[in-house]
């Protein structure tokens, strides 16, 4: 499958966002987005976890206004895993991974 960049995607939609919104109808499910952030021309490891339509990330301060993009930075996603909800130790809550971002976008994919 072939990389799909954020950044070609951000002129026309937020992804972070639209991922949100969907989470929100899905609350059993966790999607984990991987990729780095574009800084002083090195890249940063990024990870966001997406979880009933709210973002955190495990390694850069992000926004929690709903009416501002969740991270400012230029970033680009090259990754997406999704989890069932809850985590834990002892079960296998892997369900799948694609790189390209359009497939979790469509809503039947988290499924």
Request: proline content about 4%.
């Amino acid at each position: 499958m072939e990389e799909t960049p954020a950044f070609q995607k951000m002129a026309k939609i937020d992804l972070i966002n639209s991922l949100e919104k969907i989470s929100s109808e899905i609350p059993n499910r966790i999607l984990k987005l991987e990729g780095f952030i574009l800084k002083e021309n090195q890249k940063e490891q990024l990870e966001i976890l997406i979880f009933r339509g709210f973002s955190s990330s495990t390694t850069h301060p992000i926004e929690i206004d709903s009416e501002k993009k969740v991270i400012e930075l230029t970033y680009i996603i090259t990754n997406f895993k999704l989890y069932k909800a809850p985590l834990t130790e002892t079960k296998e809550n892997f369900i799948k991974e694609n790189r390209n971002s359009d497939f979790f976008l469509n809503q039947k994919n988290w499924i």
